[in-house]
């Protein structure tokens, strides 16, 4: 991968009015010679009228598809206006865009096809971020599963701050996971020849708009990710093209 590679930054997004126009700035601060697209997943607020004010792109669905749905329009996004790279960056602010470099390394190196930021390997610790507890059991009991299945430690399978390499991109223009899609995506990855990698990174709480885990969702979580892995692991699986 050439230093010079085309990356977009992707901020998938509902209702995120008083918080998406902060993410935009603060990236177009620390980052201002990546581009950026905003993801508005249907948002019934004014999302992406304050997304674009604050200088990105925005591609506006006309029906909320989720996070999955939301994330896979803007591979769409990336392999339609050539993108290389895309870097993935939640809309709440949880994500601080100065670790973006790091997550861009191995990649551009060519040591990785997918780096996911994580809050919990050595030197990611941040005293002022707390998991709650119930979140941090999921989280470490996925983690665990994931790292048993692709043969490499992960300990933040959740984690939606990632970058990912172009021919990782051009897969999943086509085949990312709908609904709760991290741990799945993750392991697809794996068996389709791809590489994955963690780097540590520090997380800010939540703040803005609100979860695309419901209570409801959060109830059949669990039951949904063990099914969709088992369902990766019966997949065909071709090789991730060049």
Excluded: C, W
């Excluded at 201002?32 to 604050?54: L, M, Q, W, Y």
């Excluded at 999943?172 to 590489?195: M, Q, W």
Aim: hydrophobic share 40%; net charge neutral; no cysteine.
């Amino acid at each position: 991968m050439e230093k010079n590679a085309r990356v977009l930054i992707v901020v998938p997004a509902h209702n995120e009015t008083g918080r998406i126009g902060e993410v935009v700035g603060e990236i177009r601060e620390k980052l201002p010679d990546i581009d950026i697209v905003v993801i508005d997943d249907a948002s019934s607020d004014g999302t992406g009228a304050e997304a674009e004010a604050a200088g990105s792109k925005v591609v506006r669905l006309p029906t909320n598809l989720g996070i999955g749905g939301a994330v896979q329009a803007g591979y769409k996004y990336a392999e339609r206006h050539g993108y290389d790279i895309v870097v993935q960056i939640d809309g709440d602010g949880q994500h601080d865009p100065g670790f973006v470099g790091r997550l861009l390394e191995p990649i551009l190196e060519g040591k990785a096809d997918v780096v996911i930021g994580s809050r919990y390997v050595p030197g990611a610790k941040d005293p002022d971020y707390k998991t709650p507890f119930a979140r941090k059991v999921g989280i470490t009991l996925f983690s665990l599963l994931t790292s048993a299945i692709v043969g490499v430690r992960i300990t933040d399978v959740t984690s939606g701050f990632r970058a990912v390499s172009g021919k990782v991109l051009r897969y999943y223009v086509d085949n990312y996971p709908a609904d709760f899609p991290d741990s799945e995506a993750t392991i697809l990855i794996h068996y389709l020849g791809g590489r994955v990698r963690e780097i540590p990174v520090h997380m800010r709480s939540r703040a803005g708009g609100r979860s695309s885990t419901t209570p409801i969702k959060s109830l059949y979580y669990p039951f949904k990710v063990l099914i969709a892995i088992l369902a990766t692991l019966l997949r065909e699986k071709p090789r991730v093209g060049e």
